[in-house]
């Protein structure tokens, strides 16, 4: 399934022009070179026929209608920011951008907002807040990231051990089908199970098996503000210690982990007080309510304590506790200023977590690369962010290397590639190792069914 | 796909037979009796060609490649306490029931257990509660339901409301494939994206996709013992307002709705001390730490006074909250001995929940039928069981049209014919009315690519 080379070279693009609005198919250089890549900067990203921003999902119909007759591949994308590849433009496609459709509306008394797929999950978030209501999921990227992109890749982020994924909260969704026929799946309903979960199906297929046109996500009354703790570490593995025994007897409302590289890398970029000191950092939150909250912070700084921490600070203020997780989610754009940097996103069982951090500084040290490792530590989901040299073919050599060995360290431990950031083009090579060669054929099947010319992204994941 | 005409009628039961230990296979009329129907008492079940009960994956494998090769349907069954016909029997076919495969694997740290399909709920509770752990979904079933048919329909239960359902606890499973191949999907990894969520498409389907041999099972700490309340209303209207104001403010740890037919009934079989001259009753539950359950249980008060109550009554001792919902669950089989009954499972968006228990009332007055009615009313799911008179066809015929009728309410409210049971036999006529024809060929082209020869569990479902 590898690109479509069976894509029409001559395919009248002004047939798919004269069928929409005149601003809706873009072809001029600047457009294309700013929509064909995501921000894992895929190197291998192809030249797009066009990019096409559809305002309605009318106009997203017409152009896979257009691209299933003349067979052109269709990329969908959001707003850019998947760290996976899933975007990459494929050459002589489509890049179908849904970034001008983004209406929220909220419906209070039912407790869920029907959202186009281009709405940032910011967006989102203030929305519902506006009405006295919580949108949960929270991927780091929550300020720049489309709700389309987070329920195509299944997003994940830092409140999740607690509040689960993005999954969790996708009840139903119109999506365009591979052939341009417009369908609903599920909808405002708590409970549904008549036929297949095909919600579910959709959430996290990465563009394979339709385009998503608006989504019906479940709000909920907000969680009280939490009471954040922020303990420094001799060592990753001290800090990963104590992350078990917290989730062995609790589920925080978020628990982080930053190596000493990471916060380095995030003070130097942009001066937030972290204990540059530390071997590693942990950042956890409680909301549970009233005096809970004290009883849960309590027990999260004991078990610091025991694994060996240095400092545990702990905060009531909500700015305070905000400042730890933005530094946290600052990691990302700080580590990117150091060189090129490959994303990774692996995850093992929780008890695992501390293998996985002594794998990932083995390969580290082993290629002579640095690694600065964030994770949620709490769903025992990290990201070795692998820092190297573009200019220097024997450290891209070298990077290439690492990336490849973290993931077979992820595997060896029973894990998983990709626990929120999808497979993309960035980590399909290394899917078979993970899957085995009979989950793949169930994958193809499955979109052999719903899209059996290959229009719909092709060339990632599978 | 209804049923399987090309059921080959001279298949070599002797070759099954040979390949599986000397009692795997029971052809004895009276096995057969037993194993042909579930909890729906499906009268068109047909007689099947011999129940297999096999030991472990291996001996499934065997089963199914054999009826691949011989093209005879295979209809897993868990313990058979379905509601809507999922594992009837199809004549000249196999029941595969899993009932003697049910180990169960606690891993503490790790927090899930590994568990056979024929393991019960209650067991799988038992097994984790000893480790101090919590498996929470618990359908009203959950002393004589399986895991595997949890699973397979995604089972719902009292607890949901707050907990969520079923599929929120599954993280991986074993299933053998239709063509005999036995797969592992996902696994004890709490996110997992990689490659399509196949987990969650297994879930909820009815066995038409697969046979699961193995559930990976999320377990967490227990919550703390509940505060109950039990409020009386004068109608079930007052009461379903009273639902929707408490689940715009909160989300109890149960929120369960008994209609004046249905307190009656459970009185009528077995004394529980329910006040038969009320109009509704609402048993609501707090499992909040600490102060936090005194203020949601306040809140759940209030709510009730103000929506018309005439009486609330709480309840900090955990055994006497514990009767309290053991009379809701208790409204099956004491409705049961009232004549033949065809079980609903409704769902609307929950500020809907009043309209739809109208509309019920409507169906049974305009059918002068007695349909008792209870609801997990915290989600907007509600189960109205339509009593009739099997002897008397007048009264049959008056069942059926008001079976069909109250999906049909339900549908118009935007809402779904199945919340938790699933669609089995019984409710496959309305499957399209709400689905509509695309998603059903959907759903269809799903099932043909994971199941291209139809023999597992045809005639269900699509």
Chains 1, 2 share one sequence.
Not at 70 to 80: E, L
Not at 219 to 241: E, I, K, N, W
Not at 341 to 359: C, F, K, R, S, Y
Request: charged share 20%; with cysteine.
């Amino acid at each position: 399934m590898d690109g479509m080379d069976t894509a029409d070279p001559t395919a009248p693009l002004d047939q798919l022009r004269a069928s929409l609005p005149a601003d809706v198919v873009e072809t001029r250089p600047d457009s294309m070179e700013a929509f064909r890549r995501d921000w894992s900067r895929d190197a291998g990203a192809g030249m797009p026929l066009a990019v096409v921003r559809p305002r309605d999902a009318g106009e997203v119909q017409a152009t896979v209608r257009w691209a299933a007759e003349h067979r052109v591949p269709v990329v969908p994308r959001g707003a850019g920011s998947g760290l996976s590849g899933g975007a990459s433009a494929v050459g002589g496609g489509l890049v179908l951008s849904l970034d001008r459709m983004r209406a929220i509306d909220v419906d209070v008394a039912t407790q869920v907002a029907y959202v186009e797929p281009g709405a940032l999950n910011a967006e989102v978030k203030a929305a519902a807040a506006e009405q006295g209501l919580w949108y949960a999921p929270d991927p780091a990227s929550y300020a720049i990231s489309s709700i389309g992109g987070n329920v195509a890749t299944n997003a994940g982020g830092l409140c999740c051990v607690k509040y689960g994924v993005t999954a969790d909260y996708v009840l139903g969704m119109d999506v365009v089908l591979a052939d341009g026929r417009l369908v609903t799946l599920g909808g405002p309903r708590i409970k549904d199970v008549a036929g297949l979960s095909l919600v579910q199906l959709f959430v996290g297929s990465e563009g394979m098996l339709g385009v998503i046109t608006r989504v019906v996500l479940r709000l909920q009354p907000p969680p009280p503000t939490p009471a954040t703790l922020v303990a420094t570490f001799p060592t990753t593995r001290s800090a990963a210690d104590a992350v078990v025994a917290i989730r062995s007897a609790t589920r925080p409302s978020m628990l982080e982990l930053m190596d000493a590289a990471s916060v380095n890398a995030v003070e130097d970029h942009r001066a937030m007080g972290l204990d540059r000191s530390a071997g590693a950092l942990l950042i956890g939150r409680s909301d549970a309510p009233g005096a809970a909250r004290a009883d849960e912070v309590a027990l999260m700084e004991k078990a610091c304590a025991e694994a060996g921490a240095v400092e545990v600070f702990v905060t009531e203020d909500a700015d305070e506790g905000e400042m730890f997780a933005e530094a946290r989610r600052a990691a990302f754009p700080a580590i990117e200023t150091r060189g090129s940097v490959m994303l990774e996103d692996v995850g093992v069982p929780v008890p695992l977590l501390p293998d996985l951090l002594t794998a990932i500084a083995d390969v580290a040290e082993r290629h002579d690369l640095e690694i600065p490792t964030v994770a949620h530590a709490g769903d025992g989901n990290t990201h070795p962010i692998v820092v190297f040299d573009a200019a220097d073919p024997a450290s891209v050599e070298r990077a290439h290397a690492a990336f490849a060995e973290v993931m077979a360290a992820a595997i060896a431990l029973g894990g998983t590639i990709t626990g929120e950031h999808g497979v993309g083009r960035a980590k399909k090579a290394a899917l078979p190792d993970q899957l085995g060669e009979d989950v793949m054929d169930l994958n193809r099947r499955v979109k052999a069914a719903l899209d059996p010319a290959n229009i719909l992204n092709p060339g990632a994941v599978l």
